[in-house]
Nanobody, 122 residues
Framework: VQLQASGGGLVQAGGSLRLSCAAS????????MGWFRQAPGKDREFVAG????????YYADFVKGRFTISRDNAKNTVYLQMNSLNPDDTAVYYC????????????????WGQGTQVTVSS
């Protein structure tokens, strides 16, 4: 599966963005999917995930209540709705497919798409 993230941009603190992750090659409905982010000088970190079987969602503690992951199988797309953004959310955001291992672990995911830059100004 090939993944392409989009929807990033520049937003003021307190604002919102919706990221999209479009897939080609395979149906996303077969996969557990995740969103990750990487800020300059920092490791890539898990943000949110959505299970393939029941669309159950799970989140990193720092985004709970602010971000929502969802999927539209008909459009073969996974979304990340981001609300109440703050400057600490500035990063390149990536989507990826889960392979095996811990559901919060970066190493458990692959087929990384090209990321999309999110910049939050104060």
């Amino acid at each position: 599966v090939q993944l392409q993230a989009s929807g990033g941009g520049l937003v003021q603190a307190g604002g919102s963005l919706r990221l999209s992750c479009a897939a080609s090659g395979r149906a996303l409905s077969f996969y557990t999917m995740g969103w990750f982010r990487q800020a300059p000088g920092k490791d890539r970190e898990f943000v949110a995930g959505i299970m393939w079987r029941d669309a159950n969602t799970y989140y990193a503690d720092f985004v709970k209540g602010r971000f929502t992951i969802s999927r539209d199988n008909a459009k073969n797309t996974v979304y990340l709705q981001m609300n109440s953004l703050n400057p600490d959310d500035t990063a390149v955001y990536y989507c990826a497919r889960y392979y095996s291992g811990g559901y919060y672990d970066t190493g458990s995911f692959g087929s990384w798409g090209q990321g999309t830059q999110v910049t939050v100004s104060s």
